[in-house]
């Protein structure tokens, strides 16, 4: 994978676990699709996204760190990440590994689907 596109994914997650939704929305098309994790479908555009992450972080704590690149033959790239979800109050609701599929447009991220590892 070009140390340009692991950039951009390592921006996006570190955006994402800081909080920081501008810098995080940034790395993405303005028509990405993204999952819903916890409640399952999509939601479209950073204005979606932004609501979603809004409310999921009122909800629950989650991090996300990536351990693994890799280019499927499809041209998907595979990101495998350590994720661990806390409530609020610091109780542990998972801990382990997911992988996050994503499908690039005009360097940026389009779509992400989520795979259990």
Do not use: C
């Amino acid at each position: 994978m070009e140390k340009q596109i692991q950039d951009l994914f390592i921006k996006a997650y570190s955006a994402f676990n800081a909080r920081d939704i501008d810098t995080a929305l940034a790395t993405m098309h303005p028509d990405v699709q993204w999952p819903k994790a916890f409640e399952g479908g999509y939601v479209s555009g950073h204005n979606e996204i932004r609501k979603y992450w809004t409310r999921q972080w009122a909800e629950i704590n989650p991090k996300v760190e990536p351990v693994g690149f890799r280019e499927r033959q499809n041209g998907t790239l595979e990101i495998t990440v350590h994720q661990i979800v806390k409530d609020l109050q610091g109780n542990l609701m998972f801990d382990g590994t997911v992988k996050h599929i994503y499908t690039l447009q005009d360097g940026l991220l389009r779509r992400m689907d989520i795979e259990l590892a």
